[in-house]
């Protein structure tokens, strides 16, 4: 289950903004107390205020515990603190059950909003019907859901930037086309997911001759599995010379390069991940290139998430415009500018 979230999947307004360069950070909102102009439609800004009241706000984390999730859940507290409102917790733990009890039990509790991800397919329109038949606002993050703004990772953008990343390094490197594989992990109930795949073969594709059949997924409805997932691959393809690896998180993206390293792949192969967490800055800050497969990670800066999240959802309650969408800037992290973007 952990490695569905280190997605995931991730500021600004209604579209995916440029990738930033190596020594950019995306901007932290405005400091309290504020001075600025209602927000508009067109162009949010998120802006750290004390709020009118002190409102109670429900947060669904999607995974808790993990890395990419820590942080978040860190930096809502940390501002919700700030505009002087209260966050009462629940666990949605990438489990339906789980999700729609803490639906449920924020509802009983009287929450003014809430802020969630869900990760389990089909359940989207069950969940915010809750929300929507008690009058509560929502913003989701790292997933879209009818009817709550959606925030954080664009999917597909952030899949497509490791894509190309991958098809970039295959190419600089002289490797025939046809005697390269992509191979992606997966998890085809997790809509979330699947995004970030088909951007990952999609940017693969647009720098880089890969053949359709040469490219290939692996997992399931079980989670937590790449590594076994991607032996057992390797088993399977003992002629494979060139691999590209796809994390669709970054636990994933490790354990498929820790795969092929075992598999002595080690200077014929480049895995990407997604979510700059902890696992992916370790290995990029501590190995050489030369010694591991892993090469970048997309990050779309979870520990900003909190800036944006609280605001958005404090303007929802008192009745500010706030555009649907906002979402956060990516970039590729790798080792020429992880210490640029993340400085221990």
């Avoid at 014929?268 to 696992?279: F, I, L």
Wanted: with cysteine; net charge negative.
């Amino acid at each position: 289950m952990i490695s569905i979230v280190a997605l995931l999947l991730s500021g600004c307004a209604k579209a995916p903004t440029p990738v930033p360069t190596p020594t950019e950070r995306p901007p932290a909102p405005t400091a309290v107390p504020p001075t600025k102009p209602a927000p508009s439609p067109a162009a949010y800004k998120a802006t750290i205020r004390p709020a009118k009241e002190r409102w109670k706000i429900g947060y669904g984390d999607g995974y808790g515990g993990v890395p990419f999730t820590a942080s978040v859940t860190k930096g809502i507290n940390e501002v919700a603190a700030q505009m002087g409102v209260e966050v009462v917790y629940c666990d949605h733990a990438a489990d339906q059950e789980k999700t729609m009890a803490c639906a449920d039990n924020f509802i009983n509790m009287g929450v003014d909003g809430v802020i969630f991800a869900n990760w389990v397919a089909g359940m989207a329109e069950t969940l915010t019907a809750k929300y929507k038949a008690a009058g509560i606002p929502m913003v989701a993050y790292d997933g879209p859901q009818p009817g709550a703004v959606s925030f954080g990772a664009n999917n597909y953008q952030a899949g497509f930037l490791a894509g190309e990343y991958l098809g970039k390094y295959a190419k600089s490197r002289g490797w025939a086309p046809k005697e390269v594989y992509l191979v992606a992990a997966t998890i085809p109930a997790q809509a979330v997911i699947v995004q970030r795949v088909k951007g990952c073969v999609d940017g693969v594709k647009s720098v880089f001759a890969l053949p359709d059949a040469n490219v290939a997924e692996i997992g399931g409805e079980q989670t937590g599995q790449s590594l076994n997932d991607m032996t057992d691959w390797l088993t399977a393809h003992p002629g494979a010379k060139y691999v590209l690896g796809f994390g669709h998180s970054d636990q994933p993206g490790i354990e498929i390069a820790s795969a092929l390293e075992t598999a002595g792949l080690l200077e014929t192969s480049a895995v990407a991940g997604q979510g700059a967490s902890d696992e992916a800055l370790v290995d990029l800050r501590g190995r050489a290139d030369k010694a591991s497969p892993f090469k970048a990670t997309v990050s779309y800066f979870p520990e900003h998430y909190g800036q944006y999240l609280v605001p958005v959802i404090v303007d929802l309650i008192e009745g500010n415009p706030v555009p649907g969408e906002v979402t956060l800037e990516h970039a590729v992290i790798d080792r020429s500018n992880v210490g640029k973007y993340y400085p221990q």
